[in-house]
């Protein structure tokens, strides 16, 4: 299996219940809601992506022949924050990572110590063995993963009918962590103020900030 990745890098996880903690970040290229062509954008599924996943050459990218020289440069770049051995995450992400990872992938990281966490859109069967999976639905695309460590809902979304029904129906779910989280772009403002005013009358929701976004990192 040749992986397609896009950037490869060091850095803290940003979002959601593992925001500040130490990870390497695998962005796979490719997502099954869009194409990642701005021409496509109006008429995607999912229409608010804040991510270039489109092809290989990102820092740390390329075409990886076999799982184990994946798993060699996802180690690299954990040592090359002079990180020991203890505590190794990756984040797979993309892009879509669940159009890509597969078991042996899985397997290999597993090997070499790490933690594997991926970030999803839901509509993909999660593989056997990954150890944090986040589910961030996405309004119109059938959401197939219904239990997770974590889901993250950007919000608001359009398409979406009423945000309350909404998270009354994922109260009900088997999500261990829920995350409200504004959508980036012209109505950030807005839209924080919108999840703040949410969590605060939906306690089963806590706040997600892109905090790498407030901080200048990746
Ligand atoms: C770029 S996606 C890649 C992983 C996967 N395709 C997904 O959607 O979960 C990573 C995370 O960023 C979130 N995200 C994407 N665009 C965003 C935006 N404009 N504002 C806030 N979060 C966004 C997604 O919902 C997801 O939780
Ligand atoms: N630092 C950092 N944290 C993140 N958490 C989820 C991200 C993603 O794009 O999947 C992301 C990202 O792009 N950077
Ligand atoms: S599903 Fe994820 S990667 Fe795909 S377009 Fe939406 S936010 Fe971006
Ligand atoms: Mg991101």
Redesign the pocket.
Known sequence: MVYTVKELFPTLQG?GAHAGRAAVFCRFAG?N?WSGREEDRATAT?K????D?VGSDGDGGGKFETAQDLVNAIESSWTSTSAGPQQRYVVL?????LLQLDEELIEKLHQKGFEIAI????TIKVPKGVDWV???P?AGSDLIVLQANEL?L?IPQEGHDSLEKLLARFEKMDYRNRFL?????ANLKINTELAISLCQKRPLWRLSL?SHKLIGIR
Do not use: A, R, Y
């Open positions: 979002e997502c809601l999912c608010f992506c804040d991510t996943f992400t993309g892009g879509e990572p970030e999803t859109n839901g986040c589910v961030s996405k993250k950007v989280q504004p959508m980036d772009g892109q």
